[in-house]
Each structure stands twice: as structure tokens, then as C-alpha cells.
């Protein structure tokens, strides 16, 4: 379905090539390589989470997100939209942090 939503050949390129090298991966490497190939995409996406947020105060600071998750809930509640990024950046900070450490060991 993501293949679907894609609006350039860029992102259609980098979508394939993705699931085409995790396929390789799951398929023909070992056991260990397939571990740290699985650890390595999952500290990429929950580290690369974080950057997003700062990207959507960075833009509504310019005036260039009216139309952000942000500025449609600070409308909608009359909370303001700087409070929503906060909330998302808390939110997704939190997920990293307990996403890491259910990866470095086990909660005792």
C-alpha cells in the first residue's frame, strides 16, 4: 500500500531497493546477520523519528505548516500549536527511550 502513496521516483527507487535488500537479508544471511541488520533498521527508525518533529516546529516557525497536525489541533482546542509539537516531540522522545531500552536488555 505505501508503494501507492508515493509522489516521486525517488521515493519509489529508495521503497524498493529497501524491501528488496530486507528480503536478500531474511532469505540468504545468517541468523547473525539477519540480528544485526534487524537491530540496526529498528535504532534507524526509532532515532530518525525525533528529527521529523524538530522539522514541523522548524517550518511552523516560518510560517510554512498552517495546515500541520499542530496548527489543525491548536485551532480545534485552542492550545497552542508550539504546545502540540511539544507534546508530539515528548511522545515520540518517550517511544525512542523505551523502545531502546527494551532493545539493550531486558526490563527487570
Same mark, same amino acid.
Given at each position: ?5 508515493? @509522489?516521486?521516483?525517488?521515493? *519509489?527507487? =529508495?521503497? &524498493?531497493?529497501?524491501?528488496a535488500?530486507?528480503?536478500?537479508? =531474511?532469505?540468504?544471511a545468517?541468523p #547473525?546477520v539477519?540480528?544485526? %541488520? ?5 535504532w534507524?527508525?526509532? &532515532?530518525?523519528? %525525533?528529527? !521529523?518533529? *524538530?522539522? &514541523?516546529q522548524?517550518?511552523r =516557525?516560518?510560517g510554512? +505548516?498552517?495546515t500541520? #497536525?499542530? #496548527?489543525? $489541533? +491548536? @485551532? $480545534?482546542?485552542?492550545v !497552542?500549536?508550539?504546545?502540540w ?7 515520540? *522522545?518517550? +517511544?525512542?527511550?523505551l ?6 536488555? !531486558?526490563? +527487570?
Amino acid at each position: 500500500l505505501m508503494l501507492l502513496q508515493i @509522489r516521486n521516483w525517488f521515493g *519509489l527507487w =529508495s521503497v &524498493l531497493v529497501t524491501g528488496a535488500a530486507l528480503v536478500g537479508v =531474511s532469505w540468504w544471511a545468517t541468523p #547473525d546477520v539477519q540480528s544485526a %541488520v534487524a537491530y540496526a533498521v529498528t535504532w534507524f527508525l526509532l &532515532l530518525g523519528a %525525533v528529527r !521529523p518533529v *524538530l522539522e &514541523l516546529q522548524s517550518e511552523r =516557525s516560518r510560517g510554512r +505548516a498552517a495546515t500541520s #497536525d499542530a #496548527d489543525i $489541533l +491548536a @485551532r $480545534l482546542t485552542r492550545v !497552542p500549536g508550539l504546545f502540540w509539537v511539544g507534546v508530539f516531540l515528548v511522545v515520540t *522522545l518517550g +517511544a525512542a527511550v523505551l523502545g531502546g531500552s527494551w532493545i539493550v536488555g !531486558p526490563a +527487570a
